[in-house]
T-cell receptor, first 109, second 115 residues
Framework: KQEVTQIPAALSVPEGENLVLNCSFT??????LQWFRQDPGKGLTSLLL?????REQTSGRLNASLDKSSGRSTLYIAASQPGDSATYLC????????FGAGTTVTVRA | KAGVTQTPRYLIKTRGQQVTLSCSPI?????VSWYQQTPGQGLQFLFE???????NKGNFPGRFSGRQFSNSRSEMNVSTLELGDSALYLC??????????????FGSGTRLTVV
């Protein structure tokens, strides 16, 4: 069974719309959860880190929530821009990072 | 502050050969982890090193090995390469060993193609 699931697999929105990316995970015994962005052929860029004791974390237009009891995290991106087009990955950290398959976002100008 | 540096960026090898990839973590970071990314399997954990010791290992065959030096730099070795080893290999560094609550910073990766 997949440890981390991300829905939807792909998303296309017009510029200015808010984005909601979902992540669910099995086993709530995690140290923290981290959201990353990956551009095609590139490495991963860390966006937000939420400790297991936290409920949410914010950075600029990005906000991530964490509900350990239900095994869910959500990444909100406000007022999307074409530069936000990328694949977004969530990863739970127990003794290693376990990644979801990602959500590929396209923001249309 | 320099990020995580991986070398080389690209590699083409022949089946049966071996390859060594290098990773220099962020200055002060003592943990280095390695991940394999393929279109079919996504991102998978290979191993983590901390204080020159392997702390955790993923489900990969023994052909995949690594080590960490006293300056925290790490190398990953793959012997007897197979076509299925073609992937983007990513290195991540963290301030302390996993479980300490610190996040990970990734390098740009090494793209390995086995022909």
């Amino acid at each position: 069974k997949q440890e981390v699931t991300q829905i939807p697999a792909a998303l296309s929105v017009p510029e200015g719309e808010n984005l909601v990316l979902n992540c669910s995970f099995t086993d709530s015994a995690i140290y923290n959860l981290q959201w990353f962005r990956q551009d095609p052929g590139k490495g991963l860029t860390s966006l937000l880190l939420i400790q297991s004791s936290q409920r949410e974390q914010t950075s600029g237009r990005l906000n991530a929530s964490l509900d350990k009891s239900s095994g869910r995290s959500t990444l909100y991106i406000a007022a999307s821009q074409p530069g936000d087009s990328a694949t977004y990955l969530c990863a739970k950290n127990d003794y290693k990072l376990s990644f979801g398959a990602g959500t590929t976002v396209t923001v249309r100008a | 502050k320099a990020g995580v540096t991986q070398t080389p960026r690209y590699l083409i090898k022949t089946r049966g050969q071996q390859v060594t990839l290098s990773c220099s973590p962020i200055s002060g970071h003592r943990s280095v982890s390695w991940y394999q990314q393929t279109p079919g399997q996504g991102l998978q954990f290979l191993f983590e090193y901390f204080s020159e010791t392997q702390r955790n290992k993923g489900n990969f065959p023994g052909r995949f090995s690594g080590r960490q030096f006293s300056n925290s730099r790490s190398e990953m070795n793959v012997s007897t390469l197979e076509l299925g080893d073609s992937a983007l290999y990513l290195c991540a560094s963290s301030l302390e060993v996993t479980g300490s609550g610190y996040g990970y910073t990734f390098g740009s990766g090494t793209r390995l193609t086995v022909v």
